[in-house]
């Protein structure tokens, strides 16, 4: 059983950050990548970051380099750091396993809005 513990998600107004975390736990033996996804009301689930064990991370068009993902060498952990947040980034943002199996792994989710 894995599990995806997600924190740091909350309100903050416009121009802000908020920095993400999430941690894997379970009977895990290795971790290719971790990521992000966020969904809006409304809209699809769309690819924030990710980023491999050795460190190449890709984003999703719109971060335009206010976001960046990190990982705890070591740990299986990743963190999404967001600075000039609008409200066009309020969304649920889900930490996010590929697998090679039939599932990904994806944590509960955490709420971010941002509003003034």
């Known amino acids: 059983q894995v599990q995806l513990v997600e924190s740091g998600g909350g309100l903050v107004q416009p121009g802000g950050s908020l920095r993400l975390s999430c941690e894997a736990f379970?009977?895990?033996?290795?971790?290719?990548?971790m990521g992000w996804y966020r969904q809006a009301p409304g809209k699809q689930r769309e690819l924030v970051a990710a980023i491999t064990s050795a460190g190449s991370a890709n984003y999703g068009d719109f971060v335009k380099g206010r976001f960046t993902i990190s990982n705890a060498k070591g740990k299986k952990m990743v963190y999404l750091q967001m600075n000039s947040l609008n409200p066009a980034d309020t969304a649920v943002y889900y930490c996010?396993?590929?697998?090679?199996?039939?599932?990904?792994?994806w944590g509960p989710g955490t709420q971010v809005t941002v509003s003034s």
């Open positions: 379970g009977s895990i033996a290795s971790i290719a990548a």
């Open positions: 996010w396993v590929p697998t090679p199996g039939p599932t990904d792994w």
